[in-house]
């Protein structure tokens, strides 16, 4: 039964028969896209060693979990299910844009699987797919260009705005599917003359709509819409294809591989070079990330990756206070420079420093490394790493500012970064009123004992934090344990200093520390510091350490099998916030064991904030950034403050010595003071410690 | 050009607690971290930097013992490219005269176009810069706090004078300069650096590998010593505002206006 309307392939274009013309788009057009990639993966044939093919079942269930399942969409409501709409659609559609390419070439082209009732299936739901993608790419646009959200802007030191781009794409998916309805549309009109049975739109779908509209129109004009829809779709879906590694669009590419060569081991810090063992570091030429081939290619293919879609910079604690760093921009400018030095046509250009020509050393020192856009990427991009290796290029140039270099000094040569001396680490165990009534053991070869009390140097010096150390050991002496401290033989954990860039110094305080703790035998170790936690967890990781636990597990677990009892809350009539410190959370995901020790207290009024557990605001950062003098407008401790008054919260529980150091100080710049306190969770407990039943 | 730095080991004020010995006239020197004089690390960073720009060497030189060496190579580790350790017991003693006399012998060995030392140190008097200028018969500028290097074998220099003005003079070289801390934000000296550098062997030069003039130097040859040492009671000439925050702002302006700290 012939067709009223001929199919694009069988009709003649001049004197170009349809399968040799829309065979030669579709060469030119792979081509071009071959090409346009191929160009992309030369910087990263140039990056550093980045190992990424380990763990497969893990890296498939991720992308199951956050590719497929777009499982971060959703944190931002309306952006997220416009996208998950989008996506979906991509995904289903993907198939039908094969298919409508070759039936160019080949009239009676089915796709392999989708003949018969499978196709029925698949037709039915590609053209809802079709009018979902339609219907979110015009409200996306509409989003963008009028309503325009706040964290899409682009501030002016960052360069020109995105919003032209990104309608633009939105335009080019909605004459994709526009041009795919009005194909399928005049097409059912072609044959229905015939009575055949053919297969109709599906009711209310695109191509529906576009079928009724299409009710009186004449065959010639039905052919002529036929062919012109198919030949839109041609160009378009080409022009889109090689358009997407232009830009930020590329993630629609990229987003899969991205997601499944993502970081598998929270909170740790990638090794100054991949391919190189720590103790031949000494001989390498150059350390850290200083130009763009610095960079691993992992890394490269994040900033491909980078949908631009602002999250993680409207995460940002250090955004947030006005510091010159945002996120996003780390991503947006590294990607504008290698698309500038490899670009499509031509030849790579000349490599420049990245830090004082893309970025500024205060950009890349005013992280807190407090991991809040990296939880929210959906595409998992990593900042943490790239920070890190950054400084650690700026630390082996020299370029340290010079407020960081005396507390790195006195760690190379004491041990800690106030330069107090070795001997008086355990002096906070001495004062008078703690001395004789908790006894807290030095452990060596000689002494030893079956749990470890990390302190490390915030909590052995500040006279403040002490309190810390020693409602710790009133803890653990109340759960009868045998424990005891390394005193002057325990080093700083090394955290921050790693995260400051000094690769070098954190090995060597690491090895001395990993000495101590095998010499004084504990088979545990149990620290009220969550970035000593997340150091000997993570960073000491594989080195043979007795397991290592925050001391927020460990009252939790004790009140759990009833081995503990608090009394009821001291001050009934406060409200009580938890701010989940990021080393403790964000990064170990320790978001219940505090909250379960504060409910434990009988009457414990406690709220949440807004920003808690993975969405916790960094207080300002700890160990070294105490140190840092950043430029900023406001402090992040401040912001933090204010959050909880406003969740109606009159004391802020931690479980973070430096969280505890910046909230104190940020009540008191913010005036809050007899309005508003912070403690931490071990003096609490302390504070409601009932007497041990006998 | 050709640049020598005069550097200096001392005990590290931020990393100690400085206590005095029973004598009262030093401080008790064990258990104590050790660091390259603030002020030296200064001129080395300018030293580097000049050579950055204009091309050249930069040697440091340092008097003491075997573990002064590792002074000097936290300076190579910061870029200088050699250094230099003149050690001999007959040093022992000597007062900034001494010290000024065997580096003159060590820079008569060599031909430098710049010389570059600290504006002070502990136990130097402040005095080792100018005295060495004399005895070479340099012009000598203490306190320099801006290099620049002219044509014609000139440099322009900077010191800060009373009232943080500054006076620029020209000066001829070679010469002698003392540096000023703020001159420059000296380098960081990371542990990879360090450790590069820990290999790296340091010439040693005795009293009999120079023309030192023994008169000087020594003990005996010492006309200044140092008597007294001790730390200044903290707290006495601080005054602490108290009352809330609002009449401590108050009053701390009242006082900034009234010792002209603001207009």
């Known amino acids: ?694 | 050009m050709e640049i020598l730095v005069c550097v200096k080991r001392v005990p590290d004020t931020s990393e100690n607690e400085i206590e005095i010995n029973a004598e009262g006239n030093d401080i008790k020197r064990d258990d104590l971290v050790y660091s390259v004089n603030e002020w030296d690390n200064y001129a080395v960073e300018e030293a580097i930097q000049i050579v950055d720009r204009v091309g050249g060497s930069v040697t440091v030189v340092t008097i003491g013992s075997e573990e002064d060496a590792d002074t000097l190579r936290r300076e190579i580790a910061m870029g200088a490219n050699k250094g230099v350790l003149i050690s001999d017991e007959v040093f022992d003693g000597s007062d900034g005269r001494g010290i000024a006399a065997i580096l003159k012998a060590f820079v008569e060995k060599d031909a430098y176009d710049l010389i570059l030392s600290g504006a002070q140190a502990e136990a130097g008097l402040a005095q080792t810069g100018g005295m060495l200028a004399a005895m070479l018969d340099y012009p000598f500028a203490s306190l320099v706090n801006s290099i620049e290097i002219l044509e014609g074998n000139k440099l322009r220099i900077g010191r800060e004078i009373d009232g943080g003005n500054k006076e620029i003079h020209e000066i001829d070289l070679p010469c002698v300069l003392s540096i000023q801390t703020g001159i420059n934000e000296p380098r960081y000296v990371g542990i990879r650096g360090i450790r590069k550098a820990a290999s790296m062997d340091i010439p040693t030069l005795q009293a009999s590998d120079l023309g030192i003039d023994m008169r000087f130097v020594g003990r005996s040859a010492a006309r200044v010593k140092r008597t007294d040492y001790f730390v200044p009671a903290t707290g006495e000439g601080a005054e602490m505002l108290t009352g809330d925050t609002e009449e401590v702002v108050e009053r701390l302006v009242d006082i900034l206006k009234a010792k002209g700290g603001i207009k």
């Open chain 1, 1 to 694: 039964m012939p067709a009223l309307i001929t199919s694009p392939a069988r009709c003649v274009y001049g004197v170009i028969p349809g399968p040799i013309l829309f065979s030669a788009i579709t060469l030119i057009g792979i081509a071009c896209f071959a090409y346009i990639v191929a160009k992309r993966l030369v910087p990263l044939a140039r990056g550093e060693h980045d190992p990424r093919f380990d763990r497969l079942n893990v890296r498939l269930a991720k992308v199951l979990k956050y590719w497929l399942g777009q499982w971060k969409q959703p944190r931002y409501p309306t952006a997220g299910i416009l996208h998950i709409i989008l996506f979906a659609g991509f995904v289903v559609l993907a198939i039908r844009s094969i298919s409508l390419v070759m039936t160019g070439i080949f009239e009676d082209f089915v796709v392999p699987g989708l003949s018969g009732y499978a196709g029925h299936i698949y037709n039915v739901v590609k053209d809802y797919a079709v009018t979902g993608v339609f219907i979110s790419a015009a409200i996306a646009a509409i989003r963008r260009s009028v309503f325009k959200p706040e964290r899409y802007s682009v501030p002016a030191k960052y360069g020109k705005d995105h919003t032209a781009e990104a309608v633009l794409v939105l335009a080019l998916i909605a004459a994709l599917m526009v041009s795919e309805s009005l194909f399928e549309a005049s097409e059912a009109y072609g044959w229905t003359p015939n009575g055949q049975v053919t297969e109709s739109p599906a009711l209310f779908s695109l191509a529906w709509i576009f079928k009724c509209a299409l009710v009186s129109t004449s065959v010639h004009t039905l052919q002529l819409l036929h062919l012109s829809a198919y030949f839109v779709h041609e160009i378009t879906f080409f022009f889109f294809l090689c358009f997407l590694p232009m830009g930020k669009h590329f993630h629609v590419i990229t987003s899969l591989f991205n997601v499944y060569l993502m970081k598998l081991d929270r909170g740790s810090v990638k090794p100054a070079k991949w391919s190189i063992p720590d103790e031949k570091l000494d001989e390498v030429e150059s350390l850290g990330v200083k130009q763009f081939e610095d960079f691993t290619w992992k890394h490269m293919l994040d900033f491909y990756s980078c949908a631009d879609c602002g999250r993680c910079s409207d995460n940002c604690p250090a955004n947030a206070s006005g510091r010159p760093l945002s996120p996003r921009f780390i991503t947006i400018k590294a990607r504008d420079y290698c698309f500038q030095h490899y670009p499509v046509h031509g030849i790579p250009g000349e490599s420049h420093a990245l830090v004082g020509g893309i970025y500024s050393e205060d950009e890349i020192w005013s992280c807190t490394t407090c991991g809040a856009c990296e939880e929210e990427c959906p595409l998992m991009i990593e900042y943490i790493d790239k920070i890190v290796d950054m400084r650690r290029g700026m630390v082996d140039d020299g370029n340290v500012p010079r407020s960081l270099q005396k507390p790195l000094k006195a760690l190379e040569n004491r041990g800690n970064p106030y330069g107090k001396m070795e001997k008086n680490r355990a002096d906070w165990t001495k004062k008078e009123d703690f001395q004789g009534t908790c006894r807290v053991r030095i452990l060596n070869e000689k002494n030893k004992a079956e749990t470890l009390y990390f302190v490390d140097s915030i909590t052995s010096y500040d006279d403040r934090i002490q309190d810390i150390a020693r409602a710790t050991s009133r803890i653990l002496d109340r759960f009868g344990r045998e424990f005891g401290i390394l005193g002057a033989m325990e080093k700083d954990s090394g955290h921050e200093v790693r995260r400051f860039g000094e690769e070098m110094l954190f090995i060597s305080l690491r090895d001395q520390n990993i000495d101590a703790i095998k010499a004084c035998g504990a088979s545990e170790i149990v620290t009220a510091d969550p970035h000593a936690y997340n150091a000997l967890r993570n960073d000491y990781g594989g080195k043979g350490l007795p397991p290592v636990k925050h001391i927020s597990e460990t009252i939790a677990e004790q009140i759990r099998r009833g081995r503990i009892h608090l009394n009821p809350v001291q001050d009934p009539n406060r409200i009580y916030t938890y701010h989940d410190p990021c080393y403790l959370g964000r990064h170990n995901r320790i978001y219940d064991a505090p909250r379960e020790v504060l409910d434990a207290i009988p009457g414990l009024k406690r709220v949440e904030m807004v920003r808690c557990r993975d969405r916790s605001f960094c207080c300002g950062g700890g160990g070294l950034m105490l140190f840092y003098e950043p430029e900023e407008e406001q402090r992040i401790g401040v912001l933090r403050v204010k959050m909880a008054a406003e969740a109606g919260a009159d004391v802020i529980v931690t479980a973070c010595p430096f969280c505890l150091v910046n909230m104190e100080d940020a009540i008191k710049v913010a005036g809050m003071e007899g309005k508003m306190t912070a403690i931490d969770l071990t003096e609490l407990v302390e504070r409601h410690l009932a007497l041990q039943e006998q």
